[in-house]
């Protein structure tokens, strides 16, 4: 095969494939650490209300990885969401330390 061919090929490819990577982004699982509880079926207690601060600092922070399917469907209680958003924290999150509580106390009494 030709360069011109090999290198039309991998252009292809790349054209191909570039999407999926970029839509994937940071949405690929995370897996609990030990001594973290394991994410369960969403809770089935009364929701705040989605258009709440509190909401929206969530979809705000959250889905810039995750889509909130996967923020709703964890059921942590407040030290497992501890845990998981300084999990995040490590991972690149940068939210203020009254954003984080905003957020775990949220996440908690969902």
């Not at 998981?84 to 106390?105: F, P």
Request: glycine content about 4%; charged content about 20%; some cysteine.
């Amino acid at each position: 095969m030709s360069r011109a061919a090999r290198l039309t090929l991998v252009f292809i490819l790349v054209v191909a494939l570039l999407p999926s990577v970029l839509l994937t982004g940071c949405s690929s699982p995370v897996e609990p650490t030990a001594g973290e509880p394991a994410a369960t079926e969403p809770a089935t207690t009364e929701q705040p209300a989605s258009d709440s601060p509190e909401a929206a600092l969530v979809k705000q922070k959250c889905t810039m990885c995750h889509t909130l399917d996967r923020v709703d469907s964890a059921d942590y209680d407040e030290a497992g969401w501890t845990a998981t958003v300084e999990r995040m924290e490590k991972n690149g999150l940068v939210i203020s330390a009254d954003e984080k509580a905003t957020i775990i106390q949220y996440l908690s009494n969902r």
